[in-house]
């Protein structure tokens, strides 16, 4: 058996090793997942993140029984006790996962301020999706006093220590770009260290703008939404200006963020109606890109089908398609972590670390902000510190996660209303691809293509 990965070194920390306790029954862990890759066998813990190649493959079998007796006489056995492949019977890994993200909690909770904001200066939008969660929302930008005071906080309690990152938002954030320009432009004359990423659907960019987000924003990465083909597209954005093509259009500025060297993500909302035609729009997309390396594309069944039993025939086609981009030639996003256990869902439940403003200048946990009760406002700070404190806290497991493989890339958090049926299939089918790419690099001694830590998980959402 060789080790190619140790796995994360907190939760190492935090459990330590194991020994084989003398007339105790064993059985495999709930997390011990084997995995076969170009005709090798693997074993992977999702709780520890450890990785080995194995001589020969393991039937990891949930009723499967080893004696204490039976290990001892294996140092293959032994080791995997050591690195909690191996449990005792009774073993309740639900609780010990808990009690590690208490101890998680606690460490990474210490804050001296908040790196992150994610700023919302309009819900306004050039668009008019139609499957838009913010239907219906009044339309709100930003008042000078207001982005006054936004900068303000902003100064007053980011972290000091660490360059802080803008995570804008909205509605369509370009159509708020002077409230952009003058927060950005406060850093800069506080002498305030800083980088931004932007969700937007870029039909706004042109050439000034650009260069203003590249060189003054400090834009390093976009998120823009593509939901398919020419006729598919038009319809779903139905934009209030008149282009003769609004997908030729947002193609051309897809082209010019590229040349730019502005890393760009891909979002493909698909449901029934447009996933067939994704690869049509891939192969489109393939044509205005001159720098590959730095496009990334990934499916999204609309939030609606995630919560539908009709939603993981979706799923599957979505996988299915991935493999096609990548016969493309583009990078696509699977979002699991193998390398380190999540102490944090999303932005929802790191309010210690990362803040959201709306445009009236009310503080939230999430930048879908919709019904969800404000932690303050820019003139006071947080002082809803309950809820912040039940943000923060690490809630019991729900039933039905319980010896589910995937918990320690879900946490326990639950006060996201975003229900998602059949997640344990795509929880394994995101696994395994990205386990796939830490192999390959691992095998290759180079570092496999991770998600831009800076974007605070929001793909996730």
């Known amino acids: 058996m060789n080790v190619l990965y140790e796995g994360d070194k907190l939760v190492k920390t935090v459990i330590g090793t194991k020994q084989v306790k003398p007339g105790v029954i064993y059985r ?247 996933i067939d035609g994704v690869l049509e729009m891939a192969e489109d997309l393939k044509n205005f890109i001159v720098k590959p390396e730095l496009v990334r594309i990934y499916l999204a069944p609309l939030f609606g089908l995630q919560a539908s039993p009709d939603g993981i025939n979706i799923w599957k086609k979505s996988f299915d398609i991935c493999g096609g981009l990548e016969k493309l030639g583009f990078n696509v996003g699977y979002y699991y972590d193998v390398k380190y256990v999540k102490v944090n869902f999303c932005m929802a439940d790191s309010v210690n670390k990362s803040i959201v403003i709306s445009p009236e200048g009310m503080l939230h946990n999430c930048e879908h902000i919709g019904d969800i009760p404000p932690l303050g406002d820019v003139w006071n700070g947080v002082t809803n510190i309950e809820l912040k404190n039940k943000l923060l806290s690490v809630e019991p497991v729900q039933d039905k996660c319980r010896g589910c493989f995937s918990l320690p890339n879900c946490t326990t958090f639950t006060g996201c209303d975003h229900v998602r049926i059949d997640c344990r299939y795509t929880a394994r089918k995101n696994m395994e691809k990205i386990l796939e790419r830490h192999i390959r690099a691992l095998m290759k001694n180079e570092k496999a293509e991770e998600a831009d830590p800076e974007e605070f998980e929001t793909e996730n959402c």
């Open 28 to 274: 495999w862990s709930d997390y011990a997942v084997p995995y076969s890759l170009d005709g090798a066998e693997y074993l992977y813990n999702n709780f520890t993140k450890k990785l080995c190649q194995l001589d020969s493959a393991m039937d990891v079998n949930a009723e499967a029984r080893f004696t204490s007796d039976e290990i001892c006489l294996s140092p293959d056995l032994t080791q995997l006790v050591a690195d909690c492949f191996l449990v005792p019977e009774d073993k309740d890994e639900t609780e010990t996962y808990t009690g590690f993200c208490k101890i998680a909690r606690i460490m990474n909770n210490k804050s001296n301020g908040y790196k992150g904001f994610t700023i919302l200066p309009t819900t306004a939008c050039n668009a008019r999706c139609v499957y838009c969660f913010e239907q219906g929302m009044k339309y709100v930008t930003m008042n000078d006093e207001t982005v006054e005071q936004t900068i303000k906080f902003i100064t007053k309690v980011r972290n000091p220590e660490k360059k802080i990152h803008f995570h804008w938002f909205g509605g369509e954030p370009l159509v708020g770009e002077k409230i952009i320009d003058r927060i950005c432009g406060a850093m800069r004359e506080a002498g305030i260290e800083f980088s931004s990423n932007i969700v937007t659907n870029s039909a706004l960019i042109n050439e000034k703008n650009l260069k203003k987000m590249k060189d003054d924003w400090n834009v390093r990465s976009m998120q823009i939404t593509l939901d398919g083909v020419e006729d598919e597209y038009n319809r779903r954005k139905n934009y209030y200006f008149n282009y003769d093509s609004a997908y030729w259009h947002v193609l051309s500025r897809i082209k010019m963020v590229n040349e730019q060297d502005i890393r760009i993500s891909i979002r493909v909302n698909v449901d029934e109606e447009n």
